[in-house]
């Protein structure tokens, strides 16, 4: 049995492959779907093999179908991750990025977790979150562009584009509309699924999207399982900026975040301080001590994902108490 690592490159037509085997270093290019994934994996069936790539969203999908029928130990990067840890570097192409792939997986294997295979229902609800989001973009745009007609009065286009603009306004709400349904339908389908989100939805400012959103990111509470890990993930978590004596900024939180997911914890943030609970009371609270908004309402977006893991993990909705202060 051989010690074999590769690194995947992967594009939507193609996958450029990188052969570690020791000390021979051999790059192949295959077509980026089933049937040859599968011929070429096959041959290293008996080997002790180790697979690297990088997160590229459906571009993965065939190697995800392939994958679970080999006993491979395989690794999926992020591609932040994967670009931060190289340094200076002058020029690419996928050849190269395959071989820098095997590269990162060789020095960092210790320290990342191996991929698993995702439930169908939680692949269903991410393809899904996605289309969401897309129709929640265009909404947001022809909403902007409503607005720009009123200042075309001048060359007489506003009423015909306004119209028409409505009618697509019209489509895409329905889209959205029917999506949201078939991610309700998704998740009642599945027992535990539908448990997750009655007790994620008991915490307060936590509606239906962000219960959706949680168990889709989380993968059901088993790819992260750690409150902390999550709001790192979220970026609402403050970290500090000094050096020496002369660098001593206050703490703030990191750049590198899911943006959505932040954006949609921060509305839940603002509904929960609205309503009677503890959540209101501790930020009224911080308030009245000099504490400034944004930060309090950080705070707050932490304490929810805390909350929101509390729940899952004692599987026992959350009951507000008025009394802490």
Excluded at 73 to 90: F, T
Excluded at 274 to 291: Q, W
Aim: aromatic content about 8%.
């Amino acid at each position: 049995m051989k010690n074999v690592i590769i690194g995947i490159d992967i594009s939507s037509r193609t996958l450029d492959i990188c052969i570690h085997n020791y000390p021979a270093i051999e790059h192949q290019v295959i077509e980026n779907d089933i049937k040859a994934i599968r011929s070429f994996f096959r041959k290293y069936a008996k080997d002790d093999l180790v697979v690297a790539m990088e997160n590229t969203g459906r571009y993965n999908w065939n190697l995800f179908e392939v994958l679970p029928s080999f006993n491979f130990k395989v690794y999926v990067i992020s591609p932040l991750h994967l670009k931060k840890s190289l340094g200076l570097i002058r020029g690419k192409n996928d050849q190269i990025d395959a071989s820098r792939i095997c590269s990162f997986i060789e020095r960092n294997q210790a320290d990342i977790s191996p991929w698993k295979p995702t439930p169908v229902e939680i692949k269903k609800l991410k393809v899904l979150l996605t289309e969401r989001n897309s129709r929640i973009k265009m909404q947001r745009q022809l909403l902007r562009q409503q607005q720009d007609y009123k200042l075309m009065k001048s060359i007489s286009f506003q009423k015909e584009l306004s119209k028409l603009n409505k009618k697509l306004l019209e489509t895409v709400d329905l889209q959205v509309k029917n999506v949201e349904a078939q991610i309700e339908k998704t998740i009642q389908a599945d027992e535990s699924l539908t448990d997750q989100a009655r007790l994620i939805r008991s915490v307060p400012g936590v509606g239906k999207v962000v219960s959706w959103m949680m168990i889709a990111k989380t993968e059901g509470f088993t790819m992260i399982n750690n409150p902390r890990k999550m709001a790192c993930y979220c970026g609402v978590v403050p970290f500090d900026h000094q050096s020496g004596t002369s660098i001593r900024q206050r703490p703030r939180v990191s750049i590198y975040a899911d943006k959505t997911m932040k954006s949609t914890l921060h509305l839940a943030a603002m509904s929960a301080i609205r309503l009677d609970n503890d959540l209101r009371m501790y930020y009224r609270r911080k308030i009245e001590e000099g504490k400034n908004k944004m930060s309090v309402l950080n705070a707050v977006r932490n304490k929810i994902i805390h909350r929101i893991f509390a729940v899952i993990k004692n599987q026992t909705l959350y009951k507000t108490d008025l009394a802490l202060s």
